[in-house]
């Protein structure tokens, strides 16, 4: 669970404090059986491939200026289409999604998990939720979450307390798997 190097984090930064818990999630939620999806990663990847393939064509193009003021126009459009697409991507199917993730081998559920957070700026208050990737599937579970400070996860010095915050995220894990909680 814990590792020999501690992850230490700006308290002052709340995207230090964000990357590194996020980071914990993943790996926390990856141990459970859960297997990354990247299907989401790749699309935005290959997206950001066409409109850099547009700006360098359009940039490169043989003829100059007033000779290629068409082509240059129809790149303009061509780019300004893909990152319109790639925008709607982003802001409908991740959110704000760290991770998601395939069902678990042997489950009976058909779809895994999207794991987002929340920590807004000049706010303690990092919410993690759990839901289903696909919410529309008969098998989707109810989306579970929590708010809690981080103060109660790291030191004064900035180091991560894994053990704090394995055992919350798990109880989560747990509960939207529908696992009874354990007594402490």
């Not at 995220?169 to 509960?175: F, G, S, T």
Request: charged share 20%; with cysteine.
């Amino acid at each position: 669970m814990a590792n020999k190097n501690p992850k230490k984090a700006n308290l002052l930064d709340h995207h230090s404090i964000k990357h590194i818990l996020d980071e914990s999630v993943s790996e926390i939620v990856t141990s459970r059986g859960y297997v990354e999806d990247v299907r989401m990663s790749n699309v935005r990847l290959f997206m950001g491939t066409i409109i850099i393939v547009i700006a360098l064509v359009a940039q490169f193009y043989k003829k100059k200026f007033p000779e290629n003021r068409d082509f240059l126009i129809g790149c303009i459009v061509l780019y300004i289409v893909f990152n319109g697409i790639l925008q709607l991507i982003i802001h409908t199917k991740e959110k704000n999604a760290i991770l998601f993730t395939y069902p678990p081998e042997g489950s009976f559920t058909s779809t895994g998990l999207m794991v987002s957070s929340k920590l807004p700026r000049f706010s303690d208050l990092y919410t993690l939720t759990i839901a289903s990737a696909d919410p529309k599937s008969i098998s989707a579970g109810k989306p579970v979450q929590f708010t809690k400070s981080v103060t109660q996860w790291f030191t004064k010095d900035g180091i991560l307390v894994e053990g704090l915050f394995w055992k919350d995220v798990l109880a989560l894990v747990d509960e939207y798997a529908g696992e009874p909680k354990k007594n402490k």
